[in-house]
């Protein structure tokens, strides 16, 4: 029974999904290069921030306020300030959402380094290992499963504030949204949204994998 709409019209138009495909598949590409690229670069921004805030350890409080800060500022309201700074173009939407994720990041990498047990240090010391060496490989990758957590939080998080950006005209699969709105036409919409919910359960999907990868000793450990 196809769902119709208080028009009488179906809700959704099975032939316009296929007639658009080539276009739908463009604009997810473009969805997912704005919502984890900026992902990435918090990654790239919150490993090293989170290994001074361990380090040192005044760091940690005034580093946090100042994401959680960012993180409140609508996400509207961020386009529009960087928008006089870099145009109508994707960097106006991966900046905000750059400094989005760093809320969730910093603190997951942080608490990622706080899990490793002391004498897991002491004997990676006691081996020989400088700091910088212990670090990359023995508290990083003990770290991973609680790293990890942050960036499917962050991932999932910035795939659906992409859409936000097609205020802008960067907004991905965010033009079918107000497209849909604007001609009254649903398809658009739901497709839309089917398709950005479908992106989020992918990518959590690949992270969950890629963590599974990336600590062999944990599945050693259930098989144990």
Known sequence: MTALAADGEPL??????GDNAAELAEYTGVHLRLALLPVLF???????????????GWLYPPALTATNVLYAIPSLALFMIFVQYTGLTGSTVMIPLTLYTLAVLLPNVV???????????QA???MGFGTLRRLVRVELPIA????????RVAAVSSISLVAVGQLIGQGGLGYY???????DFPTQIIVAIVLIVLLALVTDALL?????????????????
Do not use: H, K, N, Y
């Open 177 to 183: 949204i107000t497209r849909g709105m604007q001609l």
């Open 124 to 126: 990676a010391t006691a």
């Open 42 to 56: 918090g990654l790239v921004i919150a490993v090293p921030l989170g290994v001074a805030c361990r380090r040192w």
């Open 208 to 224: 969950v994998l890629l963590q599974r990868l990336l600590t062999p000793w944990q599945r050693a450990r259930g098989a144990s």
């Open 144 to 151: 991973v499963p609680v790293v990890i957590a942050g960036v």
């Open 12 to 17: 959704i138009r099975w032939s316009w999904i």
């Open 111 to 121: 608490d990622g380094l706080a899990a490793v047990p002391e004498p897991v240090r």
